[in-house]
């Protein structure tokens, strides 16, 4: 990943704070900076050639149903999708002789992003200029994409981390979210053992202008003082809300909860959208002021046989389906997606006990 990058340089003041939704996507909202940046340089590389097959508008059907499930037919990232790497366990070390994203190409590079910051001590360098930051996250293509802006978030990939979240990935995330205009962009992280497929650290970024039940689904509060919600619809899972005024304090939170995971060796799926504000009834408006966090602890997949129609990863849990074969495609219902996503969820008891554990943590 040698070469000179296109640096994108944001401050606080490019957070885009009110984003409006209609059933098209953007309601009365111009693309940010971010979004032009990400979209336009996406679309050049796609023009040359440089992913591993053409994506173009995808067949989609919104399954019928309270789910609301979004499916889509996306054969060829079945297909040409990089075969996972051997993974046994959540907490598998970085091994450098494994493919890693600092091996890509430099032509698959979009940007890097750098946050301004005054009083920081690192740099970055933009049009020949220093810029105080407090650290840099690449962006790049994935080569084998499941809708529009696919990319990959690679916070300090130099560092070699293993795929484990940190505080500053999930930061990065949710500055990215923040940056976007467009209440499409999504960003989420799947850890080893949950489709996984590179033990370099990472989160995927893209573009779904349809709506998903996780913007407003109800909730239930367990640590309102840190923003953390119970969602017990299907698939029960954790989720934190923030308007963006405290990013890293957000991160930090995630962090605690998925360290917990991380040390018990237990899978899990991280999954980033505007969403509505939490409430125990599913309020659903057109507002999207703030950034949903959803954290799924989910069985672990190590060498398991994959799925069919579809694997069972971040966007999935969060109702987004990009199906694999045209058959399971046209004839699934929301029932035979229920019926596949139960074989990777934790049963309640195993959720009871972890929630038990983080509330705890969190209150300490």
């Known amino acids: 990943m040698e070469g000179r990058r296109h640096v994108f340089t944001y401050t606080k003041q490019d957070l885009v704070r009110d984003v409006g939704r209609t059933d098209g996507g953007i309601a009365g ?39 609301t499930y979004v499916a889509q037919l996306n054969i060829q990232r079945g297909i040409e999708r990089r075969k996972p790497q051997e993974i046994l366990s959540v907490r598998q070390n970085f091994d450098p002789k494994q493919f890693n994203f600092n091996r890509i190409k430099p032509e698959e590079v979009l940007f890097e992003m750098c946050k301004a910051e005054p009083s920081s001590t690192e740099s970055c360098l933009q ?15 994935n080569v084998s994409p499941l809708e529009f802006g696919h990319s990959l978030l690679l ?3 130099e560092r070699c981390q ?22 499409g962009y999504r960003v989420g992280f799947n850890s080893l053992g949950a489709f996984a497929s590179v033990n370099h650290l990472h989160l995927h970024g893209y573009y779904l202008k349809h709506a998903l039940r996780v913007e407003w689904a109800p909730t239930e ?18 989720m934190f809300y923030t308007e963006g005024e405290d990013p890293g304090g957000t991160a930090e939170a995630v962090c605690e909860l998925t360290d917990i995971l991380v040390d018990g060796d237990i899978a899990h799926n991280v999954f980033m959208s505007r969403g509505c504000p939490p409430s125990r009834e599913a309020r659903r408006s057109a507002l999207r002021r703030g950034v949903r966090v959803y954290v799924w602890p989910r069985v672990s997949c190590f060498g ?38 139960q074989r990777y969820v934790i049963n309640d008891e195993e959720f009871t006990e972890l929630e038990k554990r983080l509330v705890e943590k969190l209150r300490a």
């Open 155 to 157: 916070p300090d990939p």
């Open 304 to 341: 398991a046989k994959e799925e069919s129609a579809f694997n069972v990863a971040l966007c999935e849990l969060a109702g987004h389906l990009p199906f694999k074969n045209k058959e399971d495609f046209s004839k699934i219902d929301e029932d035979g997606v229920k019926a596949i996503v």
């Open 221 to 238: 509060p367990l640590a309102p003082e840190k923003s953390l919600y119970r969602v017990d619809c299907f698939p029960k899972g954790f």
């Open 127 to 141: 049009n020949g200029t220093t810029t105080a930051t407090t650290g840099s996250c690449v962006v790049i293509i």
């Open 162 to 183: 293993p795929q484990i979240l940190t505080p500053h990935a999930v930061q990065v995330g949710l500055e990215s979210m923040f940056l976007s205009a467009d209440p």
């Open 29 to 67: 909202q111009a693309l940010s900076g971010y979004d032009t940046a990400l979209r336009s340089g996406w679309a050049e590389k796609m023009s040359r050639g440089l992913f591993r097959y053409h994506l173009g508008e995808l067949e989609t059907r919104v399954l019928p149903g309270e789910a």
